[in-house]
């Protein structure tokens, strides 16, 4: 009889102790696995203290990654918020407030950002192909290697932005302002300077 506290794979035939030790084995690979902790998922909402009735006020908050493509997003107040390679394709960002704000590596494509405020905002590697961002302003805004293809920026203003390295083929600038930026290395086949403010502006194009 087996005594208390033996176990019994002790006392099974051989067959049975080797399915048994293969069990414990099994199990103890497993375990790791079973107690890791699910994979984040990437947010596609924001915060509801965000909302302040049917205005967005989610200044310096943390939105990295967020799936925002296609929402209405004028007027909102993201002040320093943290839009790291977040998805605003296509967003409306007509005179939202993102000044200071992180939107690096993010996609804005084809957003409309008619008289957005992104001074000082920090949007490098930023793809903004085909904006629309009559009259916004980009002061001191760090926009180095963002992509700016087919882009509609009127009276934009660009005062002491750096867009090293940007690329900004066929981009229609009619009326911006480029003082003091800095386009070393910047791309710009086929964009449009006329009437541009070019005072101080380093690598700016001579033949406007």
Same mark, same amino acid.
């Not at 048994?20 to 099994?26: D, H, K, L, S, T």
């Not at 704000?101 to 409309?112: I, K, M, S, Y």
């Not at 900004?168 to 964009?191: H, I, N, R, S, Y």
């Given at each position: @009889?087996?005594?208390?506290? #033996?176990?019994?794979?002790?006392?099974?035939?051989?067959? +049975? !102790?080797?399915?048994? !030790?293969?069990?414990?084995?099994?199990?103890?690979?497993?375990?790791?696995?079973?107690?890791?902790?699910?994979?984040? *998922? +990437?947010?596609?909402?924001?915060?509801?203290?965000? @909302?302040?009735?049917?205005?967005?006020?989610?200044?310096? %908050?943390?939105? !990295?990654?967020?799936?925002?493509?296609?929402?209405?997003?004028?007027?909102?107040?993201?002040?320093?918020?943290?839009?790291?390679?977040?998805?605003? %394709?296509?967003?409306?960002?007509?005179?939202?407030?993102? &000044?200071?704000? #992180?939107?690096?590596?993010?996609?804005?494509?084809?957003?409309?950002? *008619?008289?957005?405020?992104?001074?000082? =905002?920090?949007?490098?590697?930023?793809? @903004?192909?085909?904006?629309?961002?009559?009259?916004?302003?980009? =002061?001191?805004?760090?926009? #180095? =290697? &963002?992509?700016?293809?087919?882009?509609?920026?009127? %009276?934009?203003?660009?005062?002491?932005? %750096?867009? +090293?390295?940007?690329?900004? *083929?066929?981009?229609?600038?009619?009326?911006?302002?480029?003082?003091?930026? /800095?386009?070393?290395?910047?791309?710009?086949?086929?964009?449009?300077? *006329?009437?541009? +403010? @070019?005072?101080?502006?380093?690598?700016?194009? #001579? /033949?406007?």
């Amino acid at each position: @009889m087996t005594s208390v506290g #033996t176990p019994l794979i002790a006392h099974a035939s051989p067959p +049975v !102790r080797a399915l048994g !030790r293969m069990a414990i084995a099994a199990i103890l690979l497993l375990s790791p696995l079973a107690a890791a902790p699910a994979a984040a *998922q +990437v947010a596609s909402e924001l915060p509801d203290d965000c @909302m302040a009735g049917e205005k967005i006020v989610c200044p310096g %908050r943390d939105l !990295r990654h967020i799936i925002l493509k296609g929402r209405d997003l004028s007027g909102a107040d993201l002040k320093g918020a943290n839009l790291a390679h977040a998805n605003l %394709r296509g967003a409306n960002l007509k005179g939202t407030d993102l &000044s200071g704000a #992180t939107l690096d590596g993010a996609d804005l494509e084809a957003a409309h950002m *008619q008289g957005a405020k992104l001074e000082g =905002a920090s949007l490098r590697g930023a793809k @903004m192909d085909y904006i629309r961002a009559a009259s916004a302003d980009f =002061a001191k805004a760090d926009l #180095t =290697a &963002s992509t700016i293809e087919f882009a509609w920026l009127p %009276r934009v203003n660009l005062k002491g932005a %750096r867009l +090293v390295n940007a690329n900004l *083929q066929e981009t229609k600038l009619p009326g911006a302002t480029l003082e003091d930026a /800095d386009l070393t290395g910047a791309w710009f086949p086929f964009a449009n300077f *006329q009437e541009v +403010v @070019m005072t101080g502006c380093k690598d700016c194009p #001579t /033949d406007w």
